[in-house]
Nanobody, 123 residues
Framework: QVQLQESGPGLVEPSQTLSLTCTVS?????????YSWVRQPPGKRLEWMGA???????YSDPSLGSRTSISGDSSKNQITLKLSSVTPEDTAVYYC????????????????WGQGTQVTVSS
């Protein structure tokens, strides 16, 4: 079974850019799958942030505007999320998700999920 491992800084200062990496365990990033970033702020619901397909097409949540950037590196089996101009409201557990749709059903936890990584935005 595929494993996804998120990594990145646990603490980021306000106004900086957060960068997270998802490393996929399989030999290659599989075709017919999409890789999403999902987050859960404390006491709030899961939030879909965006996804990337194997063809490189990127899907983003409009509410985040141009703050998000998602990219993939098949040579490293990695997906990267960059979130610019972070504020304390971006404090959350961030998850990497592999699914057969760019927008997996969060409540059913559709797809394969990483264990999540805690990110705190604070000065």
């Amino acid at each position: 079974q595929v494993q996804l491992q998120e990594s990145g800084p646990g603490l980021v200062e306000p106004s900086q850019t957060l960068s997270l990496t998802c490393t996929v365990s399989e030999d290659s990033i599989a075709a017919n799958y999409y890789y999403s970033w999902v987050r859960q702020p404390p006491g709030k619901r899961l939030e879909w942030m965006g996804a990337i397909g194997i063809d490189g097409r990127v899907y983003s949540d409009p509410s985040l505007g141009s703050r998000t950037s998602i990219s993939g590196d098949s040579s490293k089996n990695q997906i990267t999320l960059k979130l610019s101009s972070v504020t304390p409201e971006d404090t959350a557990v961030y998850y990497c998700v592999r699914a057969q749709t760019p927008r997996p059903d969060l409540y059913r936890r559709e797809g394969d999920w990483g264990q999540g990584t805690q990110v705190t935005v604070s000065s």
